[in-house]
């Protein structure tokens, strides 16, 4: 085998297309995600799921969830979307810590006013007050009944907190994966 003189031989060998995204963030947010989902069609009734058709909820959980993680399964959907969506925004960015900080408290204070947006004194007038343009676009023409129908549930919100303090310490251990990182970290 010849090789250009220029270059020596080990970096030709090992070379790897720079990456667009942290791959450890993105397949392990895509896989809370996806164990959620998975999640919602197991344990939750299909009339209160916006997003699983009724028929197949009806066809896995006949008995209407079966409840295979009990009370866990309450509070681990809303810890892993806080925890996904922390990791597959942090996937395309690279961030040290403070930007890490950023990303979760922002979805931590996401996912933490939509639950308290549940609580029955203030679900009504949220309700009331949701544009009504919303009734036109898919996923938020549900706004109104995820506030009117969700339940409130103070162990969500320590699930959420959790959640982002999980992907905190996740998002800080893969940023030498960060794209055009060249395996260092800034700070920001």
Same mark, same amino acid.
């Given at each position: 085998?010849?090789?250009?003189?220029?270059? $020596?031989?080990?970096?030709?060998? !090992?070379?790897?297309?720079?990456? @667009?995204?942290?791959? %450890?963030?993105?397949?392990?947010?895509?896989?809370?995600?996806?164990? *959620?989902?998975? &999640?919602?069609?197991?344990?939750? #009734?299909?009339?209160?799921?916006?997003?699983?058709?009724?028929?197949?909820?009806?066809? /896995?959980? %006949?008995?209407? *969830?079966?409840? @295979?993680?009990?009370? +866990? *399964?309450?509070?681990?959907?809303?810890? =892993?979307? !806080?925890?996904? =969506?922390?990791? @597959?925004?942090?996937? =395309?960015?690279?961030?040290?810590?403070?930007?890490? /900080?950023?990303?979760?408290?922002?979805?931590?204070? !996401?996912?933490? +006013?939509?639950?308290?947006?549940?609580?029955?004194?203030?679900?009504?007038? =949220?309700?009331?007050?949701?544009?009504?343009?919303?009734?036109?676009? #898919?996923? &938020?023409?549900?706004?109104?009944?995820?506030?009117?129908?969700?339940?409130?549930? $103070? @162990?969500?919100?320590?699930?959420?907190?959790?959640?982002?303090?999980?992907?905190?310490?996740?998002?800080?251990?893969?940023?030498?994966?960060?794209?055009?990182?060249?395996?260092?970290?800034?700070?920001?």
């Amino acid at each position: 085998m010849t090789r250009h003189p220029s270059k $020596p031989l080990s970096s030709t060998a !090992t070379h790897r297309p720079p990456s @667009l995204f942290n791959r %450890p963030r993105l397949f392990t947010g895509l896989a809370a995600l996806a164990l *959620g989902a998975l &999640l919602y069609l197991l344990e939750r #009734p299909a009339a209160r799921t916006y997003f699983i058709p009724r028929t197949l909820a009806e066809m /896995l959980q %006949p008995d209407g *969830g079966a409840g @295979l993680f009990g009370a +866990l *399964g309450q509070q681990l959907p809303t810890f =892993l979307h !806080t925890f996904s =969506l922390c990791l @597959l925004t942090a996937a =395309l960015l690279r961030v040290g810590w403070r930007g890490a /900080l950023g990303i979760c408290g922002a979805w931590l204070v !996401t996912d933490a +006013l939509f639950e308290l947006g549940q609580q029955t004194t203030t679900a009504e007038w =949220l309700a009331r007050h949701v544009p009504a343009w919303f009734q036109h676009v #898919p996923v &938020l023409d549900n706004t109104a009944s995820y506030f009117l129908h969700g339940r409130f549930d $103070p @162990l969500d919100l320590l699930s959420i907190v959790l959640g982002a303090a999980a992907a905190f310490v996740l998002i800080l251990a893969t940023r030498r994966f960060d794209p055009s990182s060249g395996g260092a970290a800034n700070g920001v």
